[in-house]
Structure formats: structure tokens, C-alpha cells
């Protein structure tokens, strides 16, 4: 058996392999926490084979196998680490999203061994926010309408989204038309989205649809059957949904055919239900719905009738809701472990800022020296203030140099 390797391991390890200059668990932690995953690997397959090892360590070297496509060592590692540590969380976890069958590609995938290792890592530790982030879509998938709930205030509990992220998705809520579908791009836009209105009942005439998980059929019959949004297939059509070439040659997958027939239904007036893409979700993506469609600030709307300009009216209404400070300090908690949610999330700040400079350069056109003094200091404001640092600075020395003109 594998666990029964690593013991082997262990032991050996613990008997004769005491080794001179064992990289510490610090260092390994800082390459994994930088999304340096081959770097931290080395330094976590070191400790394992010397007596440094311990559960911690190889539930780490676990992870850092299942992110270099290394499934099955991962399992055996984490098996490893639950022989010392029969409960802890971490190395359940790693174990449950290794073996969830969405996108896995090996025959060890399994959905009960997933679920079994989801709910063994929640009892655990109930303050680790990690498994309930993937025992909320579960918990969808198999109608466990109780576990729903508890899974996003748990999230809540333990604070796993930071203020600034938390005030980040308030925004882009509270520009939403009225019965919207929200179409979200991964983790950040989507589970805090889930959570705020479980949790704080924000914007609950809202449906939040992740765009991934809408490759399945089982997720959007969800929408369909317990949000009341309408499909545009019947559910024979639905089953039948597979990736297509596009004109280009482009895959066109299920959930952008979805897509599509909500475009198209919304366009018709066969649907109450407005669709709306997060400003997170790439513009390849938002393109394939076609025109028309205008740019909200936190997200973009698909129309009935053609624009030319940016809804101002929205974006500065939801925009002026939130001081810039709302957006500064960490946009990732401490005790996110994710390498590819701690290097990248605090680029999504960039999204207000570029709202803010589209309302000064819209007052300029208009010349509107007021508003776009103000919405030029908010930009300049976050853009000296938040985490990730100066991003528009050549836009906004444009817009200072060129200003608004001043009257006859």
C-alpha cells in the first residue's frame, strides 16, 4: 500500500537521516506562498528524507505535488502526512482536491473519496476556510442545501476574504441592474460574491454563475430549477453540449453556448434575467456574446440596444458608494494558503482604478472640471494607496498634462 511506503519512509528517515543543512520549513513555505511551487517542492522533498519531517511538511510537499500534475504522489504524500497526523485539515484537503473528478485526468479521481476528505478536513479544523470553498459547489452539486448555507458562514467566521476584497465584490453588486446573472471568472469573484449574500443578504435578486462549473449540465439545471433562470436548451439538448470549433477554430465551449442563448434571450425579450460578466472575466470571453454591450465599470452588460459610451450613471453610482481606502490593505488572508490566490488577486484593484480614470477621461469630454478632479484623485488615491501599487501611472500623467480645457 502507498501510505505504508511512507511510513517506511518516515522511519527510515527518522533513524538514519539526520542530514547537515536541511532547508528549513520557512523557506520552503515562502517558495509555495510566491507561487515558486518546483522550488518549494525541493525544499519539502529535503525535509521529508531527513528527521525534519513531519505531518505539516509532507502535506505541503503533497500540495506541491498535486500543482506540478503529480496527482498520485500527492495522495500518497498526504496519506503519509495523515499516519502522523490523523486530523489534519490540510492534508485531508489536498487529498479531496486531488481526487475531485472536475477537471482531473487520472484514473484516481474519485467524487465519494473527495467528499469523504472535504467533510474529514471541515471537522477538524471548522476555522480552515479551504475546504468549505469546494464544499460549497459540492454541497450544490449533491442538493446539500444545509450544507450551503454553513459553508459560506463559515467562510464568514474564519475571515478568509480580507476587507478590501470583501468591499471589492460589494461593488461590483451594487451596480448590478435588477435580477442580473453575475458571470464570474474563479475564486475571488465567485465565493465571496456566494457569501455576501448568504451571509449578509446583499443583492439576493442576483445570480451569481460561475463560469466554469457551467460546463455542467448538473450546475446549470441548479440555476435553472432553484434560481429560476430560464435555459436556452431543453435538457436533452443540455446533455448533449460538448466543446465546437467556432468560425476561427477557437473551442466554443458548453458554458459559452449557454452563454450565448442568455444573450440571446435577454436581446429577444425572452428572459427577465439581464446578463452581466465581472470586469475578472477575460474579453475574449465577453466578446463571443457579440454586440451590443457596455462597459459598467465592475462588470460588463449585455444590451438590448447599442451605446457609444460607458454608463457613466452606473459607475459613478456604485463607485461613490466606497471611499478609496476600502480598497487598501490585503486583498488575501493570512491564512489563504493558495500560491496562485496570494500572488494574483491584488491585481483585481486595478478594475476600480480603471473605473475611476474612465469617469475622469468622460469629464473631460464633457468638460467637466469638478468631476474630473475628483474621480482623477480617487484614481490617483488607490492607485498610492493599495497593495498592488502604481499600475496607471503614464494614463494618469496623460490626464493631468491634458486635463479638462478651460471654458471660452
Not at 112 to 123: G, N
Request: with cysteine; aromatic share 8%.
Amino acid at each position: 500500500m502507498p501510505h505504508i511506503r511512507i511510513l517506511l519512509l518516515l522511519v527510515v528517515a527518522v533513524s538514519f537521516g539526520c542530514q547537515d543543512n536541511v532547508p528549513t520549513f520557512q523557506k520552503g513555505l515562502a517558495f509555495h506562498r510566491a507561487n515558486q511551487i518546483d522550488k518549494a517542492r525541493e525544499v519539502f522533498e529535503a525535509r521529508a528524507a531527513s528527521d525534519s519531517a513531519d505531518a505539516l511538511t509532507l502535506a505541503y510537499l503533497a500540495d506541491s505535488y498535486r500543482r506540478t500534475g503529480s496527482p498520485e504522489r500527492a495522495v500518497e504524500t498526504a496519506r503519509g502526512a495523515l499516519l502522523l497526523d490523523p486530523c489534519l485539515s490540510f492534508a485531508h484537503y489536498v487529498i479531496a482536491e486531488a481526487t475531485i473528478p472536475v477537471a482531473r485526468n487520472w484514473s484516481g479521481t474519485n467524487a465519494d473519496t473527495s467528499w469523504a476528505h472535504l467533510l474529514a478536513a471541515s471537522r477538524c479544523d471548522p476555522s480552515d476556510g479551504h475546504p468549505w470553498l469546494i464544499i460549497w459547489g459540492e454541497a450544490i452539486r449533491r442538493g446539500e442545501k444545509a450544507l450551503i448555507g454553513e459553508s459560506t458562514r463559515r467562510l464568514e467566521q474564519s475571515a478568509f476574504f480580507t476587507p478590501a476584497l470583501l468591499n471589492y465584490n460589494r461593488w461590483v453588486l451594487a451596480g448590478l441592474p435588477q435580477k442580473a446573472v453575475l458571470l464570474t471568472n474563479g475564486d475571488m469573484d465567485t465565493y465571496p460574491v456566494a457569501m455576501l449574500q448568504d451571509v449578509e443578504g446583499l443583492r439576493t435578486d442576483v445570480v451569481l454563475v460561475n463560469r466554469g462549473t457551467l460546463n455542467m449540465a448538473w450546475y446549470a439545471r441548479y440555476l435553472r430549477d432553484e434560481k429560476g433562470v430560464p435555459l436556452p436548451f431543453a435538457d436533452r439538448e443540455l446533455d448533449a453540449l460538448a466543446p465546437r470549433p467556432s468560425e476561427r477554430g477557437e473551442p466554443v465551449l458548453p458554458s459559452d453556448q449557454i452563454i450565448a442563448g442568455w444573450a440571446k434571450m435577454w436581446r429577444e425579450g425572452n428572459s427577465p434575467r439581464p446578463i452581466a460578466f465581472a470586469s475578472t472575466v477575460d474579453e475574449e470571453v465577453i466578446a463571443k456574446v457579440g454586440d451590443p454591450l457596455q462597459f459598467c465599470g465592475a462588470f460588463t452588460a449585455v444590451l438590448r440596444e447599442r451605446r457609444d459610451r460607458p454608463d457613466v450613471t452606473t459607475i459613478d453610482k456604485a463607485l461613490s458608494s466606497f471611499e478609496p481606502e476600502a480598497f487598501f490593505g490585503p486583498w488575501v488572508s493570512d491564512q489563504d494558503r493558495s500560491p496562485v490566490r496570494r500572488v494574483g488577486t491584488k491585481s483585481i484593484v486595478r478594475i476600480v482604478t480603471n473605473a475611476a480614470l474612465t469617469l475622469a477621461e468622460q469629464a473631460a469630454l464633457r468638460d467637466d472640471r469638478k468631476t474630473f478632479d475628483r474621480w482623477l484623485a480617487y484614481a490617483k488615491a488607490i492607485e498610492n494607496g493599495a497593495e498592488l501599487g502604481p499600475v496607471f501611472s503614464a494614463r494618469i500623467r496623460q490626464l493631468e498634462e491634458k486635463g479638462v480645457p478651460p471654458r471660452p
